[in-house]
């Protein structure tokens, strides 16, 4: 087996406001992983417009935006490989756009057409990998935890806590049988709250300025955390439309714009502290918290207050960007993937069992940039 291989790892999650890129030397045999460029490149309005409201469209504009994706990031990638002076990497592996994802139904889909990844830089791609675990009775949903368990496995158990539109949480540690799931909603409700009292001109909450001025509804926090899904055991996977525009037009567009985002960031930390207590066992002494939720001082405040005795720090005092994960966690999947080895964090998605998640692509020859 190949000692390192070098991935670029593509992640454009929930939150549809761009693609980060991390290009990673993955070292199989000894669980290590460096990356070596991190970099997000941002969507237009029109693009990040259109992914959110994809799950209404009509066919021809899905496929349309399908293979408009696919090559953006095609060009995304060879601009990061010039920026950071990068030789081409052994793979690609892109976790795709998710438009839509069902967990009851289990039924998911993802778009950013990789073919045109593999043709522009002429190296294989290893793409759509949620269908195969939920062919294998899985949610399809979380898949980072692979990642989380591939690092800390065997080492003091801790909480890998990540914050994109969705909040997801992974339990992983020595003696611990790795355990992850989707906690609700992550930055998607405040991101909505932002462009709605911005006209758009804004698309998330900066420093967490609006929420530190406000003052929140606690109340209504907590009615909101009795719905169904905050009280249903894991496994569990949510699609960010759940608890969408419509949501919070319904329970929050009412209010002071200052006090809806405190209010909607009190509800992420909130969700996250009741599913720690009530779905973690045992209890982590230390969160690790990565995605773009780690940038955000009034949710990284509310953390560290609501979650009493349990340290809360930032995947950054390890070395990593929070935003560099979710894309070097596809790289790792990816590189799986290539070699023919297991991928499938079944523990968390419910699937039956080990699999190997994601489709590969072979480019005809090799390229120059």
Known sequence: MKKNISVLGLMSGTSADG?????????IGNKKIKTLAFDSRDYSKDIRNRIISARDMKVPQLSALNFELGRLWANMCKNFLKKFSLPLPSLVSSHGQTVFHDSLGKNTLQIGEASFIAEELKVPVVCDFRPMDIAAGGEGAPLVPFFD??????????????????????????????????????????????????????????????????????????????????????????????FGFEFFKKNFSHMKKEDALATLNYLTALGIKKAVEDFLHPKPVKIIVSGGGALNPALMKNLSVLLNGIEVISISSLGMHPLAKEPAA??????????????????????????????ILYPFGRGKL
Do not use: H, Q
């Open 19 to 27: 693609l980060s890129m991390a290009y990673c030397i993955i070292d």
């Open 149 to 242: 368990e591939f690092l800390f496995a065997e080492k003091m158990p801790v909480a890998l806590l990540n914050i994109g539109g969705v909040a997801n949480i992974s339990l992983v540690g020595k003696n611990i049988k790795t355990f992850g799931f989707d906690i609700g909603p992550g930055n998607s409700l405040m991101d909505w709250a932002i462009s709605y009292y911005s006209n758009g001109r804004l698309s998330f909450d900066k420093d967490g300025k609006w929420a530190l001025a406000g003052s929140p509804d606690k109340k209504k926090v907590e009615n909101i955390l009795k719905l169904s899904f905050f009280r249903k055991s894991p496994p569990k996977s949510l699609d960010r439309e759940e």
């Open 330 to 359: 596809f790289a790792l999947l990816g590189a799986m993937a290539w070699l023919g080895i297991p991928n499938c964090p079944y523990s968390s998605t419910g699937a039956r069992g080990k699999r190997i998640l994601g489709k």
